[in-house]
């Protein structure tokens, strides 16, 4: 048994869609979770500049006495090796590795899409991980830069003009590679499924990050004696380097439940 909370960073709001996740099949777990909204967006960002950011947030979650840290965050995920997370002193998973595996194994023809952030999709690390999987799979990425603005300035209806018509642009060339499996490989995403899956004609395997990595920690914790053991009453409290309200208010569009109350500022230069 291990009462101490789980820990999870994201540059902004997408990691949410892995708390909510988290809370599904952990509801007796609590967690410390910390957005990055002063610096975001990391997805545009040097790999170093990602790499120093994310060290900054492992170490305010370490600070909390988290019992493993989740980056649930695809840019972070996809830049971080073994090697920057090996002395956090604490269990470490991003969201690249499990959303490997469940699409490596999903897939009928091998032909796998990815979307996310521009880091992500240069960075290479869904590829290197799906072939390390299965090496025969041929992987396609493409970046959908917008994507992340417009989820967090709640351009997120089945019916907004605006995201379908960018949805379109970024997702019609996949109908030319015949995937049959596509990873929606930046946790923002998920809140515009609906979205994508429409101008996807629902022709493909959808793997969302948040549910396989959420999955990925509750086995890990159960195996490793680290569960709280609580059925039911786990808690959540919220950091972010920026403006309360605007989180709080995102925040509902994410959870479906108001965040009032458990939202702390957190300066950046404290980090």
């Not at 023809?109 to 880091?119: D, E, Q, S």
Request: proline content about 4%; glycine content about 10%.
């Amino acid at each position: 048994m291990d009462k101490r909370p789980i820990g999870v960073f994201d540059s902004g709001l997408g990691g949410l869609t892995v708390v909510k996740e988290l809370r599904k099949i952990l509801p007796g777990e609590d967690i410390i979770y910390f957005g990055d909204t002063g610096r975001v967006p990391y997805g545009t960002r040097s790999r170093e500049t990602i790499r120093r950011y994310a060290a900054q947030d492992i170490h305010f979650l370490c600070s909390h006495d988290v019992k493993m840290v989740v980056a649930a965050c695809g840019t972070v995920s996809s830049v971080l090796t073994d090697k920057d997370v090996q002395d956090i002193g604490v269990p470490y998973t991003g969201v690249v590795r499990p959303a490997a595996q469940e699409a490596a194994s999903l897939s009928q023809n091998g032909k796998i899409g990815v979307i996310g952030t521009t880091a992500t999709v240069h960075s290479g690390a869904y590829g290197k991980a799906i072939r390390g999987i299965r090496p025969d799979a041929a992987v396609v990425g493409r970046d959908c830069p917008l994507f992340v603005p417009l989820v967090e300035n709640g351009q997120v209806g089945r019916d907004n003009e605006i995201t379908r018509l960018t949805a379109k642009m970024y997702l019609e060339p996949f109908f030319k590679e015949n995937i049959d499996t596509l990873i929606l490989g930046c946790t923002h995403y998920p809140i515009i499924y609906d979205i994508i899956a429409d101008v996807m004609q629902y022709a493909v395997v959808f793997v969302d990050p948040g549910q396989v990595t959420a999955r990925y920690v509750s086995s890990y914790l159960m195996q490793n004696g680290l569960s709280s053991e609580k059925a039911q009453g786990g808690t959540c409290h919220y950091y972010v380097s920026d403006q309360l309200d605007t989180f709080a208010d995102v925040a509902g569009i994410f959870l479906g439940e108001n965040v009032d109350g458990k939202v702390e500022y957190v300066s950046v230069d404290t980090l």
